[in-house]
């Protein structure tokens, strides 16, 4: 089975403009969260995605929107980008969004959309 | 105080020794603990989950858990010099954000053939 795809790879973006990062869960999984990893950090929770409602947001501005299809596919987007948006995007998709079997909270991430804002 | 804490280390081990690796929580109400393995330029891999206090074995990896310590540790036995990476603890804060996953700054591992 395929395993979770990002696209793009790479992006490199200016000051100002805006960016929209894709994802493809699993195949059977319903859930999509969102991370921001910055170089020497950990990732840090952006959004997640359960039956195409937002079911969780992390400590964001309001730059950071995201969605999720019916499909479960799922985009992020950044508008008015700063330097600081700089970062690895992660992707993750685990196969429930809430409560138990507690396994189902495994998360399994895509190989990640390098965001360059010059 | 962090709400996952780990040493960043490097953590230096010579090939065919015992890598220990540890992770503090904040959160008393966690209740599913991961660890995951990110190679240098690529994603976090998930190699271990764990639910409920003591030991879990799988290969060569053993994730330990003491909810009353809020403590969880890697053990990876036999280290390899593929084995070196940087580890991220990441524990499940899920009251009410679900699956959201706190990580902590991960630890760089070093094995030295």
């Known amino acids: 089975d395929a395993g979770v795809t990002q696209s793009p790879t790479h992006l490199i973006k200016t000051r100002g403009q805006h960016v929209t990062l894709r994802c493809s869960p699993i195949?059977?999984?319903?859930?999509v969260s969102w991370y921001q990893q910055v170089l020497g950090q950990g990732p840090q929770f952006i959004f997640q995605?359960?039956?195409?409602?937002?079911?969780g947001r992390g400590n964001f501005p309001d730059r950071f929107s995201a969605r999720q299809f019916p499909n479960y596919s799922s985009e992020l987007n950044v508008n008015a980008l700063l330097l600081g948006d700089s970062a690895l995007y992660l992707c993750?998709?685990?196969?429930?969004?809430?409560?138990?079997?507690?396994?189902?909270?495994?998360?399994?991430f895509g190989p990640g959309t390098r965001l360059t804002v010059l | 105080q962090k709400e996952v804490e780990q040493n960043s280390g490097p953590l230096s081990v010579p090939e065919g020794a015992i890598a220990s690796l540890n992770c503090t929580y904040s959160?008393?109400?966690?209740?599913?603990f991961f660890w995951y393995r990110q190679y240098s330029g690529k994603s976090p891999e998930l190699i271990m989950s764990?639910?409920?206090?003591g030991d879990k074995e799988d290969g060569r990896f053993t994730a330990q858990l003491n909810k009353a310590s809020q403590y969880v540790s890697l053990l990876i036995r036999d280290s390899q010099p593929s084995d070196s990476a940087t580890y991220l603890c990441?524990?499940?804060?899920?009251?009410?954000?679900?699956?959201?996953?706190?990580f902590g700054a991960g630890t760089i591992l070093r094995v030295k053939s």
């Open positions: 993750a998709s685990s196969s429930r969004g809430t409560g138990t079997p507690l396994f189902h909270n495994e998360q399994f």
């Open positions: 195949s059977g999984h319903k859930s």
């Open positions: 995605y359960y039956e195409k409602e937002e079911r």
């Open positions: 959160d008393r109400g966690s209740q599913s």
């Open positions: 764990i639910y409920s206090n």
């Open positions: 990441a524990v499940n804060s899920g009251k009410e954000y679900g699956n959201k996953l706190v």
